[in-house]
Structures are given as C-alpha cells and as structure tokens.
C-alpha cells in the first residue's frame, strides 16, 4: 500500500500518486507500459474483461435461446435470459459485497470514504442504501438489461440485424471485441454528459447519485430511465455486422463492470487479488461533476472536464452547486 493522504473535507482517503490515463492515446508511444497495461494484472484484459468475454462465449452456448427458437417470443427463452443475468449481477456486484463490506477484508484499507454504506437515512428506499441500490440493480436494471437483449436475439433471429458469423471473416470477428469496447467507452462518456443536463438529472441520474459514497451494488443502481440510456450501448450492433457473443460481451460488460468500479476503494485489494475501485469516477460521485467518462480514453481532458481531485486540487472541473447535495440527501459540509 502506498502511503496517501485524507482530504481535509471528509477525511476521504485519496492516493498519493495521480490520476493517469491508459497509455494508448499518448506520444511517442510507450510500449512497455501499454503492454503491462493491456496483459497486467487489473489492466485492460485481467481480470475483469477476460470474465466478460468468458461469461458471454458460455451464455452464447449454454445460457441462451438460439435463433430458431429465438424467432418466437416466448416465456421459457426469455425467462432463462432473465435469471441468467440475475444470477450474473448477485455472483458479481453480490461476490465483490460480500468480501468488502459484509466480511470486510480490506477493513478501510484504501477505502476513498471512512464510512460504510448508510442505513437509516430517508433518501433511500427502505432506509438502507444496500437495499435501495439491490433494489434498483436488479428490479429495474436486469429487467431493462434482459430486454435489450431480447431485441436483439429477435432481430438476430429474424434477419433485422446484421450478422458476422466466425466462418465470414475471423480477423474482423475479433477485432469486433475491441471496437466494442472502444465504442462503449464513447456512448459513455457522451450519455453520461446528457444525464447531467438539467431535465434528465432531476427526473432520473439524480438517483444514482444519492450513492455519494458508492458501494458495488451501487454500479448499476439507477432510474429505468436511466438504464435505458445506460444499456443502449448496444445500438451499434444495429448498423455494424456483428454475432450475438459480441452483442452479449457488449451488455454484459456494461451491466457487471460497474460493481468493481463503484466499490468505493482503490487498487488491488484484499492482498492484492481483487483489482477493484476507480478513483477517477469514485470522484464524480463525491463531487458531481467532471469525470463524466472512464480514464482509458481521456475524453474528460480533450473536452475539459477532466478532475484530478477535490475542487481545491481540480484544474477547471465545475464545482457542485447546493442542488447535488439537495438531490443526494447529502450534507455539503
């Protein structure tokens, strides 16, 4: 562990070494560092996406309808698809819970925010910010998640999408993952800018950040509306050739990856196994603004809203304004 700093503000736990962007968008190119960044430990590939491909391969063959039966809307397929990823959300925001904050592990060992989780306070549903974020999650976000994906294997199944089977192009199949990745990556950051337009955040990303201090099931804890945005990643699979594995890594990394990056610490945790937190959006939720996309692209610093920690240390992200707080249930102080 390095050593770090508390802010004076909440005592909040922030790292000593700066916010750095992936190494990919930078000159003269780094490539020892971009490959310890693509094949290290917490980089690009382990562990985390490597799960996502893994999860979506097995569920192509295991897990889903195929697209014969997939040309009728039926509750059997539909319904396995809706457990499936029920089931998929609890092993992966439940799992990451269950070692941070119900066995405690780390204990607050690199944990941004001093305090646990809330309980008792009014501005959550039940009165228990695990509960209203579990709520949320699998209520609302497997609901809309399943139904993006039954579009999709319907439009499969019934020609309406364009297809790339392995056989039509193997090179092209592949790349596709990671024009996926950086495609989402994008969505994101745009998506996220909109949700943070007046409108769209007092009638729904207003609920998503009541989680000022963030814990795993508060990744996908958020207002349908929201997750209707949030998922719909998946629109280029609309207008690009794709197979239904690349559809599924797509969703299944949108919908799962934000429980190891909501868990509210930083870096390698429990002895160094389980590469979890981001310092770089655990920001966004504690001060609102700036930070709106992920640090692999750096979209934050080519359009300026680019934080690099509290508003005292922030080179020009705007500052939250009383109505966050308001929204959030949170005191300012």
Known sequence: MTTAQRSER???????????????FVWPPQPRKLAKYLFGWGGFLWPWRAIWLGLAIGSWYWLSPDLAQARNLEVGWIATIFVRNLVFIWLVAGG?????????????DLKHDPRWLFEGRRTFLFKSQVRDNVF????????????????FFY???????????????????????????????IH???????????????????????????????????HPLEHLIYLSSVVIHFVVASHPVHMMFNIFE??????????????????????????????HHRY??????????????WFGTFRDGPPDGSPGAPLPTERHYQLAGEDPR
């Open 96 to 108: 990451i819970h269950l070692l941070l904050y119900t066995l405690r592990l780390q204990g607050k």
């Open 288 to 301: 609102f603004e700036g930070n709106y996309g992920e640090n692999v692209i750096p979209l934050d610093r």
């Open 188 to 222: 994101f950051y745009f998506t996220h800018r909109l949700l943070h337009t007046k409108p769209l955040y007092r009638s729904a990303h207003y609920l998503h950040h009541k989680n000022t201090n963030p814990g795993p099931w508060s990744g996908m804890a958020m």
């Open 136 to 151: 949320w999650s699998c209520v609302s976000g497997v609901t809309i998640w399943t139904a993006w994906e039954v579009l």
């Open 254 to 283: 949108t919908a799962l990856a934000p429980a190891h990056g909501h868990t509210g610490f930083h870096g390698k945790t429990v002895k160094g196994k389980l590469p979890v937190g981001d310092y770089f959006h655990w920001l």
């Open 10 to 24: 909440r005592r909040d736990w922030i790292p000593d070494e700066p916010i750095d962007f992936a190494p990919i």
């Open 155 to 185: 439009g499969y199944a019934h020609g309406w999408i364009p297809y790339l089977g392995w056989s039509d192009n193997p090179v092209l199949f592949v790349l596709l993952f990671v024009v996926v990745v950086f495609f989402r990556k």
